[in-house]
């Protein structure tokens, strides 16, 4: 059987740059969330966006839309064991016609280097760099 679209990780390297999206950015558990909305068409923003930058965001998706797809890290893959932090994030909408759904977290090296890669479209730098 064919794999689910949401199965199916965006591709790599330059895309369309269209993007509808929501994105849920939590300081701490405990923390009010900042919510935004982010709608780029052709890797520019649309008026409706609420994004802090928008453009940067849209042009990071359309530079590559794999940002918000991040793979699990392998199974023999090593990820340091540093903290950056207790902040979570979220994505969800659609990229190039495709469904994603990511969650972002600051647990160790691999969630670091997965929130440096797209904190662009999550509008925050996140705890350690």
């Known amino acids: 059987p064919a ?16 993007a509808e999206l929501a994105i849920m950015v939590k ?16 890797g520019v923003p649309a008026a409706e966006s609420q994004h802090p ?15 918000l797809s991040p793979a699990p890290p392998a199974k023999n893959q090593t990820c340091t064991q540093q903290y950056g932090g207790p902040q979570v994030a979220t994505v969800t909408g659609v990229v190039d ?23 662009d479209v999550l509008g925050s730098s996140g705890g350690a760099s």
């Open 97 to 119: 016609g495709r469904a994603v759904q990511a969650s972002f977290s600051l647990t160790n090296g691999c969630e670091i280097a997965a929130w440096n890669a797209a904190k």
């Open 27 to 42: 300081p701490n558990e405990t923390g009010t969330a900042a919510n935004f909305t982010l709608v780029c068409q052709n």
């Open 53 to 67: 930058n928008a453009a940067a965001a849209c042009i990071a998706i359309k530079n590559n839309p794999a940002i």
């Open 3 to 18: 794999p689910s679209p949401s199965a199916v990780p965006l591709p790599s390297g330059p895309g369309k740059g269209n």
